[in-house]
Nanobody, 121 residues
Framework: QVQLVESGGGLVQAGGSLRLSCAAS????????MAWFRQAPGKEREFVAA???????YYADSMKARFTISRDNAKNTVYLQMNSLKAEDTAVYYC???????????????WGQGIQVTVSS
């Protein structure tokens, strides 16, 4: 089992930045691919970014220029740096983990509880 806990969400003005963190515990963190998804009210959960166990990043095209995913295996933590935030980035952001990296939420077995990010315009 892997337990994931997100932090760093909150309210920010449009154009601002936030850094989300996801702390993992349980199994060997360095062997897991990690990802961020988000879900806005009334919408499906969508892929934001992922990072493989070998540190290769993957991004949704619409977020590639503004978001950066990284991991610190010594701290069992994955981060999502979000810059130039827009009102449409408002959503619950979820951290996910699995043995292989993917872009679909069905590919991930382990999930955090989610954290709210609200961008005011």
């Amino acid at each position: 089992q892997v337990q994931l806990v997100e932090s760093g969400g909150g309210l920010v003005q449009a154009g601002g930045s936030l850094r989300l963190s996801c702390a993992a515990s349980g199994r060997t963190f360095s062997r897991f691919a990690m990802a961020w998804f988000r879900q806005a009210p009334g919408k499906e959960r969508e892929f934001v970014a992922a990072i493989s166990w070998s540190d290769d990043p993957y991004y949704a095209d619409s977020m590639k220029a503004r978001f950066t995913i990284s991991r610190d295996n010594a701290k069992n933590t994955v981060y999502l740096q979000m810059n130039s935030l827009k009102a449409e980035d408002t959503a619950v952001y979820y951290c996910a983990a699995d043995h292989a990296v993917g872009r679909r939420f069905v590919e991930y077995d382990y999930w955090g509880q989610g954290i709210q990010v609200t961008v005011s315009s």
